[in-house]
């Protein structure tokens, strides 16, 4: 399959883009500073590199093309201080993702999404922003096969289990390793059991 990963170059994104390709798809990898990628990624024959803004529709729609599916691990970057932009970059982001995905007839989409429903007046700007991904996609997302993986804390471990659920029903946790993430994303690539439905998703 060839897949169009979407925040390659974090932390999450690089173990989705090494997985893919161990999993044999092909990876189209999106960024602005493709860079970054660790290099013996970029010397793939599996991984085609393209450069570019999630601002920029054409670029975008030049990077969809053949693409089966989208792999998104797009996140405000917390790590970065207690600073966030304001006015939901990344909802603004998927809109524009979303549009022209139904433009050049691709129509599965995995996205990282947050437990959480609604806003609330506690919220940092960087919850409200993943919170209104979720939103902007179920809004506007009416023709694409959906996935929004909801995930509560993410570690650096190595144990790639996971379990699948709902907040509350005495199976799922407050916690995930990223490379369980990532684990989640390709089963549901391959078996979509989790469409138009934001599960949760946390460590056993």
């Given at each position: 399959?060839?897949?169009?990963?979407?925040?390659?170059?974090?932390?999450?994104?690089?173990?989705?883009?090494?997985?893919?390709?161990?999993?044999?798809?092909?990876?189209?990898?999106?960024?602005?500073?493709?860079?970054?990628?660790?290099?013996?990624?970029?010397?793939?024959?599996?991984?085609?590199?393209?450069?570019?803004?999630?601002?920029?529709?054409?670029?975008?729609?030049?990077?969809?093309?053949?693409?089966?599916?989208?792999?998104?691990?797009?996140?405000?970057?917390?790590?970065?201080?207690?600073?966030?932009?304001?006015?939901?970059?990344?909802?603004?982001?998927?809109?524009?993702?979303?549009?022209?995905?139904?433009?050049?007839?691709?129509?599965?989409?995995?996205?990282?999404?947050?437990?959480?429903?609604?806003?609330?007046?506690?919220?940092?700007?960087?919850?409200?922003?993943?919170?209104?991904?979720?939103?902007?996609?179920?809004?506007?997302?009416?023709?694409?096969?959906?996935?929004?993986?909801?995930?509560?804390?993410?570690?650096?471990?190595?144990?790639?289990?996971?379990?699948?659920?709902?907040v509350g029903d005495g199976r799922t946790t407050t916690c995930l390793?990223?490379?369980?993430?990532?684990?989640?994303?390709?089963?549901?690539l391959a078996e979509r059991e989790w469409v138009k439905a934001r599960?949760?998703?946390?460590?056993?």
């Amino acid at each position: 399959m060839r897949v169009l990963i979407l925040g390659a170059t974090g932390g999450i994104g690089v173990l989705l883009v090494e997985r893919a390709v161990a999993d044999g798809h092909t990876v189209v990898v999106y960024a602005r500073s493709p860079e970054k990628l660790p290099q013996n990624l970029r010397d793939s024959p599996q991984i085609l590199i393209r450069k570019g803004q999630l601002t920029d529709a054409e670029s975008l729609s030049d990077a969809l093309q053949s693409v089966d599916a989208v792999l998104s691990a797009l996140g405000p970057a917390v790590s970065r201080g207690p600073f966030h932009p304001k006015g939901e970059p990344l909802a603004h982001a998927y809109s524009l993702i979303i549009r022209v995905m139904k433009e050049r007839g691709v129509t599965r989409l995995i996205a990282l999404g947050t437990p959480s429903y609604q806003r609330s007046p506690r919220q940092i700007q960087s919850d409200h922003d993943i919170v209104a991904i979720g939103e902007t996609i179920c809004r506007e997302g009416d023709t694409l096969d959906w996935t929004i993986a909801r995930v509560p804390l993410l570690n650096n471990g190595s144990d790639a289990s996971f379990v699948v659920g709902y907040v509350g029903d005495g199976r799922t946790t407050t916690c995930l390793t990223r490379i369980a993430f990532v684990a989640f994303v390709l089963r549901e690539l391959a078996e979509r059991e989790w469409v138009k439905a934001r599960p949760l998703v946390t460590s056993p």
